[in-house]
């Protein structure tokens, strides 16, 4: 590439970045800032975070909402342990990523740094320290490994190396060990043809047959041959949090787990063999265990072990995108196409809620009188544009948002935070969605709590998302702690939260904003979106052209902020099942 600087260190890094990847996210120190000017002067996309949480979490969010490899950059020392939080989510949900920060300089360290290299051997995450002699390298290195092992990568720029001349084109991996074959690929394992024998037996068998399809389907493209496999069997559908929608249609029960909506826990009982394809399984999935039978019988295929999958009666690790279609060959040979199915006896599915045999599933108010949230998220789907992409922080509303919140498919649904239960991840991940998914309607939903401790990137999002809205599901409380601890008879004062009114904090940053305390408050949000389609308010995410999102977007009116006023008397499924446990 031609340019009117010497190759350096930073400018080494750079170009890897702009050759393998296609956005980054990050924050400016005295230690990233040369890597991030060589980005933009060349216009490559880059997002600006206000906190380095929010760099890793938007990058994050980036690739779940189907934008390619994470990319993320942040300073050394403080800027590098604000980013352990995010970090250490993306590392639990496999996330591949590619993290550029700096470290203590090469010559030796000074009183302010730390041993950044022991945090992340502590946390399990592989590094390089790059050099003047292999920056190239293990920049190269550093994307290959993140994306054979599914999970962040860090390189480490001493900080008195950053814009340093190449030695010999950098070309000499710091880490040869860690580019190894037999530690930087993870091959699909071979599956054992017997393991797959019996589950398409036991699939033929069944009566009642379920498949539960997980992360795995969407990576390996395989939802086309579930469908088939469900078919082939006439088995009902679920899916995890994680795969909203992979296989959908009329069989489909939603999502497994605290999310499953009540009506439907009859069938996922009711089921005699439950296949488990791409999933963990693990306890929430499982709905603490009660989502299915006892004496249901449930195979599990699986890419690799998963420290929290629950014991099952059959386990074959293997690539689903290979397994699949061989179960369906094996299950069509093995049964009579023509013999009745579950799905026959049960003629159709019914509506997931019904008002008349759980008419608490529609009150408009709580028993406190503030808003029943599942009411509250069932009108505002109605309202707001199909095409859209969900994303939340973590918290007790959350096990509300995949039962009333529809999204189109299974990269349009984030849930960054899940994966460690943290919570404060919410505004960055509306940042990397909007860069993911830039014409979808971008939808965050967080709580008040999450939501005040994300402040930082508020802004961030009124700058980059062009269309979209922020539900904050206020409260004036941390629900999940509340609910928990009350029935323990603890102290619930520190658990409580002044009510902030989010729609005046909305607009003061340039937003839209409304406050939602009553039905009648519901035209309001109606109007504000109206408005919006009319004025075609948004955001060119580069309208300066400079590659650097939204540099042009300040006031941005594209983003509603709905401060909803909701119930601290209705407990989320997922919640309630915890309560009967204590």
Same mark, same amino acid.
């Given at each position: 590439?031609?340019?009117?600087?010497?190759?350096?260190?930073?400018?080494?890094?750079?170009?890897?970045?702009?050759?393998?990847?296609?956005?980054?996210?990050?924050?400016?120190?005295?230690?990233?800032?040369?890597?991030?000017?060589?980005?933009?002067?060349?216009?490559?996309?880059?997002?600006?975070?206000?906190?380095?949480?929010?760099?890793?979490?938007?990058?994050?969010?980036?690739?779940?909402?189907?934008?390619?490899?994470?990319?993320?950059?942040?300073?050394?020392?403080?800027?590098?342990?604000?980013?352990?939080?995010?970090?250490?989510?993306?590392?639990?949900?496999?996330?591949?990523?590619?993290?550029?920060?700096?470290?203590?300089? %090469?010559?030796?360290?000074?009183?302010?740094?730390?041993?950044?290299?022991?945090?992340?051997?502590?946390?399990?995450?592989?590094?390089?320290?790059?050099?003047?002699?292999?920056?190239?390298?293990?920049?190269? %290195?550093?994307?290959?490994?993140?994306?054979?092992?599914?999970?962040?990568?860090?390189?480490?720029?001493?900080?008195?190396?950053?814009?340093?001349?190449?030695?010999?084109?950098?070309?000499?991996?710091?880490?040869?060990?860690?580019?190894?074959?037999?530690?930087?690929?993870?091959?699909?394992?071979?599956?054992?043809?017997?393991?797959?024998?019996?589950?398409?037996?036991?699939?033929?068998?069944?009566?009642?047959?379920?498949?539960?399809?997980?992360?795995?389907?969407?990576?390996?493209?395989?939802?086309?041959?579930?469908?088939?496999?469900?078919?082939?069997?006439?088995?009902?559908?679920?899916?995890?949090?994680?795969?909203?929608?992979?296989?959908?249609?009329?069989?489909?029960?939603?999502?497994?787990?605290?999310?499953?909506?009540?009506?439907?826990?009859?069938?996922?009982?009711?089921?005699?063999?439950?296949?488990?394809?791409?999933?963990?399984?693990?306890?929430?999935?499982?709905?603490?265990?009660?989502?299915?039978?006892?004496?249901?019988?449930?195979?599990?295929?699986?890419?690799?072990?998963?420290?929290?999958?629950?014991?099952?009666?059959?386990?074959?690790?293997?690539?689903?995108?290979?397994?699949?279609?061989?179960?369906?060959?094996?299950?069509?040979?093995?049964?009579?196409?023509?013999?009745?199915?579950?799905?026959?006896?049960?003629?159709?599915?019914?509506?997931?809620?019904?008002?008349?045999?759980?008419?608490?599933?529609?009150?408009?108010?709580?028993?406190?009188?503030?808003?029943?949230?599942?009411?509250?998220?069932?009108?505002?789907?109605?309202?707001?544009?199909?095409?859209?992409?969900?994303?939340?922080?973590?918290?007790?509303?959350?096990?509300?948002?995949?039962?009333?919140?529809?999204?189109?498919?299974?990269?349009?649904?984030?849930?960054?935070?899940?994966?460690?239960?943290?919570?404060?991840?919410?505004?960055?991940?509306?940042?990397?969605?909007?860069?993911?998914?830039?014409?979808?309607?971008?939808?965050?939903?967080?709580?008040?709590?999450?939501?005040?401790?994300?402040?930082?990137?508020?802004?961030?999002?009124?700058?980059?998302?062009?269309?979209?809205?922020?539900?904050? !599901?206020?409260?004036? %409380?941390?629900?999940?702690?509340?609910?928990?601890?009350?029935?323990?008879?603890?102290?619930?004062?520190?658990?409580?939260?002044?009510?902030?009114?989010?729609?005046?904090?909305?607009?003061?940053?340039?937003?839209?904003?409304?406050?939602?305390?009553?039905?009648?408050?519901?035209?309001?949000?109606?109007?504000?979106?109206?408005? !919006?389609?009319?004025?075609?308010?948004?955001?060119?995410?580069?309208?300066?052209?400079?590659?650097?999102?939204?540099?042009?977007?300040?006031?941005?009116?594209?983003?509603?902020?709905?401060?909803?006023?909701?119930?601290?008397?209705?407990?989320?499924?997922?919640?309630?099942?915890?309560?009967?446990?204590?």
């Amino acid at each position: 590439m031609d340019r009117a600087f010497p190759a350096t260190v930073s400018t080494a890094i750079a170009d890897v970045i702009v050759e393998r990847a296609d956005h980054v996210f990050g924050l400016v120190g005295n230690a990233n800032s040369h890597v991030v000017s060589h980005l933009t002067v060349q216009g490559f996309p880059y997002t600006a975070t206000r906190h380095e949480a929010g760099a890793i979490a938007a990058a994050d969010a980036f690739h779940r909402a189907g934008g390619g490899i994470a990319v993320a950059t942040t300073t050394c020392g403080a800027g590098f342990t604000n980013t352990i939080t995010p970090l250490a989510e993306a590392n639990a949900a496999r996330v591949p990523m590619v993290y550029v920060t700096g470290s203590a300089p %090469a010559a030796g360290a000074r009183h302010f740094d730390l041993d950044q290299a022991a945090l992340l051997d502590a946390m399990g995450i592989d590094y390089f320290t790059v050099s003047p002699a292999t920056a190239a390298a293990d920049a190269h %290195a550093a994307f290959t490994l993140a994306e054979s092992r599914r999970a962040p990568v860090v390189l480490l720029v001493p900080f008195d190396e950053q814009n340093r001349p190449l030695a010999d084109g950098g070309s000499v991996v710091s880490r040869p060990e860690l580019v190894r074959p037999a530690h930087a690929a993870l091959p699909f394992p071979e599956a054992d043809p017997d393991g797959l024998d019996r589950i398409a037996e036991l699939l033929a068998g069944a009566e009642r047959p379920l498949i539960l399809s997980g992360r795995g389907v969407v990576a390996a493209g395989a939802a086309e041959a579930v469908a088939e496999l469900g078919d082939a069997v006439g088995a009902l559908h679920m899916h995890s949090a994680m795969a909203r929608n992979v296989v959908g249609g009329e069989w489909c029960m939603g999502t497994a787990g605290g999310f499953t909506h009540r009506g439907y826990l009859e069938y996922t009982r009711s089921a005699d063999v439950v296949l488990i394809l791409g999933a963990s399984f693990n306890a929430f999935q499982s709905r603490g265990g009660g989502l299915f039978a006892p004496d249901a019988t449930i195979a599990h295929v699986v890419l690799e072990e998963h420290p929290s999958s629950l014991p099952v009666g059959l386990r074959v690790l293997a690539d689903v995108g290979s397994a699949v279609p061989r179960l369906v060959d094996s299950v069509r040979e093995l049964r009579d196409a023509s013999a009745p199915t579950w799905r026959d006896a049960i003629g159709s599915l019914p509506p997931a809620e019904d008002r008349a045999t759980q008419p608490e599933l529609f009150h408009d108010y709580g028993a406190d009188g503030r808003l029943d949230p599942r009411a509250a998220l069932r009108r505002l789907n109605g309202m707001m544009p199909a095409q859209r992409t969900v994303c939340t922080d973590g918290g007790h509303f959350l096990g509300w948002v995949p039962m009333y919140l529809d999204s189109p498919d299974p990269h349009a649904q984030v849930l960054v935070g899940t994966a460690i239960q943290t919570i404060g991840l919410g505004f960055p991940t509306a940042i990397g969605v909007a860069a993911a998914r830039p014409d979808d309607f971008n939808v965050l939903v967080t709580g008040d709590g999450g939501g005040l401790m994300a402040m930082a990137e508020a802004e961030t999002v009124f700058r980059t998302v062009r269309r979209g809205a922020v539900i904050v !599901m206020n409260d004036a %409380a941390y629900g999940a702690e509340l609910h928990q601890y009350r029935a323990e008879g603890l102290d619930t004062a520190s658990m409580v939260i002044d009510d902030i009114d989010f729609a005046a904090m909305g607009r003061s940053l340039g937003a839209r904003g409304v406050t939602v305390a009553t039905v009648a408050d519901f035209a309001l949000v109606a109007e504000e979106l109206a408005a !919006m389609d009319a004025a075609g308010d948004g955001v060119d995410g580069d309208a300066a052209g400079d590659g650097v999102d939204g540099d042009a977007a300040a006031g941005n009116s594209g983003v509603l902020v709905i401060d909803l006023k909701i119930s601290r008397e209705v407990i989320a499924d997922f919640i309630a099942e915890v309560l009967k446990k204590q």
